[in-house]
């Protein structure tokens, strides 16, 4: 399946700016007093912590602005033509939460709309919240089965939670922290 990229204006500042960070990283390298002033930013835990923030953000930005389209199949022989949806890099990276999209938005965690719509009940049409396509799917009988379902969720949360916090609070009951304050 053949793509053909897509170039778009925001896309040419974006990577304009990135060239211009490289640059400056080049230039930093090379030059002592700044190469300085910058690893006592890096010795930082908060500015460290910043800084590994904002390349995740920098990362899915790139990802973000690598734009194309995708060749269609059905083709006259010797012709290429496109769809006229551009799609970036993060949307085929994310195509599983793309297509899990509902029509309508829902509350949080709940098998069934928000919204009223009409929902046909063989030879009848009934005005109903209608069943989610994927919150609630894995439950046979919603009605009976969504509160217990979502208590273990909420528990397992929890668990996971205090599982992942034990560490952190051993280690600050413990008094390890190497002389560092956060």
Known sequence: MGFKVVILWTDVALWAMFAALVFYIARLIRRPHLRANWQRVLRDPAALSAGVVLVLFLAVTALDSLHFRRALVDSPAGQ??????????????????IAMRETSY??????QGFTLDSVAHGSEIVREFPRLAFGGAHLKDPARDWQADLARRALTGLAAGAAAAVPVVGRSLLGIDHGRRF
């Open 106 to 111: 829902s509350a949080p965690l709940a098998y």
């Open 80 to 97: 290429q033509f496109y769809e006229t949806r551009t799609e970036s890099v993060l949307d085929l990276l994310l195509a599983r939460q």
